[in-house]
């Protein structure tokens, strides 16, 4: 099993703020998706990244796969309320398996 | 569209009672997985099935067996149930291949006394 480590695991904020989430591994990934899960609900995808290096954006998110394909990062500018919820990132490993991993999630909550 | 459907969505069983959660999906998708969550532990993986007709173990697969009945149908079962199985239980499925989006059901919360 390949791990990937998700930090913070829990994020508090006032709106408006900044934050960034971090997923990181020692294995490789073919891609790396971030999703996203409000309570009593199933994961929700956000975006799927590919290419090392690749940068995708979603309004105020972005969303960054690093060069080695061993790392992401979800970054939110100005976050608001409707942004609480549950971030989890997953990859697929290069080797091609069709096992998904994911990382254990981040909580956050965005304060009015 | 229904996307993928999971029953029953709430369960309370006794230690060593059985029982089977169902799901089954309508976007004709070939892989189907078993996950469970639990507070802090993100998703781990019990179960898959890359296509009709396979299955194999995830991270977790102790106590669990699973049953790809048809290209909709991947259910799960549980023995005998013990309170370390508790937990939410979600299935998801995916198109052929890696790289490809996982479409969730809603979950299905167990409650094992």
């Known amino acids: 099993t390949q791990l990937l480590e998700q930090s913070p695991q829990f994020l508090s904020i006032q709106e408006g703020e900044n934050l960034t989430v971090y997923c990181n591994s020692s294995?490789?990934?073919?891609?790396l998706q971030w999703y996203r899960q409000e309570p009593g609900e199933g994961p929700v995808l956000l975006v799927t990244?590919?290419?090392?290096?690749e940068v995708k954006k979603l309004k105020r998110l972005t969303f960054q796969f690093g060069d080695a394909r061993k790392d992401s990062s979800l970054h939110i500018t100005a976050a608001q309320p409707g942004d609480t919820g549950l971030y989890l990132c997953?990859?697929?490993?290069?080797?091609?398996?069709?096992?998904?991993?994911f990382g254990r999630g981040t909580s956050l909550i965005v304060h009015p | 569209n229904a996307g993928v459907t999971q029953t029953p969505k709430f369960q309370v069983l006794k230690t060593g009672q059985s029982m089977t959660l169902q799901c089954a999906q309508d976007m004709n998708h070939n892989s189907m997985y078993w996950y469970r969550q639990d507070p802090g532990m993100g998703l781990r993986l019990i179960y898959y099935?890359?296509?009709?007709?396979?299955?194999d173990k995830g991270e977790v697969p102790n106590g669990y067996n699973v049953s790809r009945l048809n290209k909709r149908e991947f259910s799960l079962r549980l023995e005998s149930a013990a309170p370390s199985q508790t937990s939410v239980y979600f299935c998801a499925s995916r198109p052929q291949g890696v790289n490809g989006e996982l479409f969730f059901g809603e979950g299905s919360r167990l409650t094992v006394l």
């Open positions: 294995s490789v990934f073919s891609s």
């Open positions: 990244v590919v290419t090392g290096g």
């Open positions: 099935s890359a296509s009709e007709g396979t299955t």
């Open positions: 997953a990859g697929d490993d290069a080797g091609g398996s069709y096992i998904p991993t």
